[in-house]
């Protein structure tokens, strides 16, 4: 049985910052990559940033490169999304994924069907 409980989204203003959390549950977390996707009204569900089970390495989408960053506290079970800078254009609903195959490298992404979902927090970026 695997828990990904999201928190810390809300409305905030374009240039403003929010941190997102992520709480696991369920199995061993060290040793799974982690990974923050986002869904906007009447689009599909796109890759955000991801982080390596060791922590050792980063991906990103171009959109947020620069913007955002991904960080994992193994010892509280957790994933962090840092979002600097916000735009409108990310205004979605972000979700934290995990990935079902331990100890894998998550380049290139793993197809949604083998990662485990949280159900989501709201982010809304006002203009």
């Known amino acids: 049985q695997v828990q990904l409980v999201e928190s810390g989204g809300g409305l905030v203003q374009a240039g403003g910052s929010l941190r997102l959390s992520c709480a696991a549950s369920?199995?061993?977390?060290?040793?799974?990559?982690m990974g923050w996707f986002r869904q906007a009204p009447g689009k599909e569900r796109e890759f955000v940033a991801a982080i390596s089970w060791s922590a050792r390495s980063t991906w990103y989408s171009d959109s947020v490169k620069g913007r955002f960053t991904i960080s994992r506290d193994n010892a509280k079970n957790t994933v962090y999304l840092q979002m600097n800078s916000l735009k409108p254009e990310d205004t979605a609903v972000y979700y934290c994924a995990q990935d079902q195959g331990a100890y894998r490298n998550w380049s290139p992404s793993p197809p949604h069907g083998e990662l485990y979902w949280g159900k989501g927090t709201l982010v809304t970026v006002s203009s």
């Open positions: 369920g199995r061993l977390f060290n040793t799974y990559a």
